[in-house]
């Protein structure tokens, strides 16, 4: 049996989950209804997009409500003075990300509001790289270096993720293990605060995951307001993870924050910094709409959405998992080499598996029909109103 102290102790941590879940998973179905009503849809357009049918989007306001209300209210009893600027950073990126999914952003406003929220992290909060723990060769930064490399981190951070929302719970997915990850470490590591907010992240996300991928008549999509936000956090919590020192913490010892702090991050970060290059060098547009990230091939391989989904989530986990023993052999700089070269040798295997034509499943026919007859039905709505 538990003491009363344990009670105590573990409480916030735990009504912080439990409540980011709670709030989250009964605000999606009155968000689902309100977008039905509105005609708030994710429409399939057969480039970047792969469901088959319309979906109510704006999920990420459930995700937003989670995190926010768990956090503010299990942060009861601790001195979180840098929570007022995250929820007002937030708040920014919310609205940015909401005009988005209703309306239209042109690509640099969205970029404009990005670089507002990571300022107002930096400046105010004091959420910036400090030291590189001796990575090439830097230790302490200083404060007018540090401001731009920190404002850019977050935003490129922020970027990864939003970019690979391309199928059922993939981003979600991702930001559980991923804020899970952090939680654990910083909770290891003494820092209750950030280990918080990476649990009411969890929770929000661990119950919008279910409506996401096991939805029939609830499902929805996050949107760019969902995946800017989980973004947008998960930059936090990296960056504040980098500032650790802690030479030894028993279970999970971290001799090189930097390396963890990225490992956690990485798949996504190199799988969008790999598309990035291919479409320049094909001389298009970063930004353009194909079928190149790897999500993509997976489902090429004849994997389902969830399939998919799993996969590269243990991709992630493993590749953790890797670098968090060999960091107590190589050195930092030797070791980030092996983590970007690690990190492309798995993302590249399922191109590797596509191009020998190998197929787990026999079900791409059947998505592909059933998404031909979606946008002739489309079509002829058009042509009827």
Known sequence: MLEPYLIYHYFPFVLAFILAAVVSYYTIPPIIRVAKLKN?????????????????????????????????????????????????????????????????????????????????????????????????????????????????????????LNL???????????????????????????????????????????????????????????????????????????????????????????????AISIAVLIIPFIDTLRVFTLRILDGRSPFSADKWHTHHKLLELGLSHFQATILYLIYSMAYFIIILFLQHHLDNWILLVVMILLALALLHIPNILVKKGVNFGNNNQLKVNRFNRQMRRLADDKKTS
Not at 116 to 134: E, M, Q
Not at 181 to 193: G, H, P, R, T, V
Not at 195 to 203: E, K, R
């Open 40 to 160: 708030l849809y994710d429409v399939p357009d057969g480039k970047r997009k792969l469901n088959t049918r319309v979906v109510p989007t704006l999920g990420g306001m459930a995700i937003f409500l989670g995190f926010i209300i768990a956090v503010v209210i299990a942060s009861y009893n601790m001195e979180f003075i840098q929570l007022r600027y995250i929820v007002v950073a937030m708040v920014i990126i919310l609205f940015v990300g909401l005009k988005d999914d209703i309306l239209y952003i042109s690509p640099k406003s969205k970029l404009i509001g990005q670089l507002v929220t990571a300022t107002i992290l930096v400046v105010f909060a004091d959420v910036r790289f400090n030291t590189l723990h001796g990575l090439f060769g830097l230790h302490e930064i200083n404060y007018w270096i540090s401001l731009p490399l920190s404002i850019f981190g977050i935003t490129v951070l922020t970027n990864s």
């Open 164 to 258: 690979i929302d391309g199928i059922d719970g993939l981003c979600s997915g991702t930001g559980v293990v991923s804020s899970l990850l952090f939680a654990l470490l910083f909770y290891l590591n003494d820092d209750y605060e950030m280990a918080l907010v990476g649990l009411a992240l969890a929770g929000s996300l661990f119950s919008f995951f279910i409506y996401n991928v096991f939805g029939k008549k609830n499902k929805i999509y996050m949107g760019d307001t969902g995946s800017l936000i989980v973004g947008f956090v998960l930059s936090v919590l990296a960056v504040r993870f980098n500032e650790i020192h802690l030479p030894d913490k028993g279970l999970l010892e971290v001799v090189e924050p930097p």
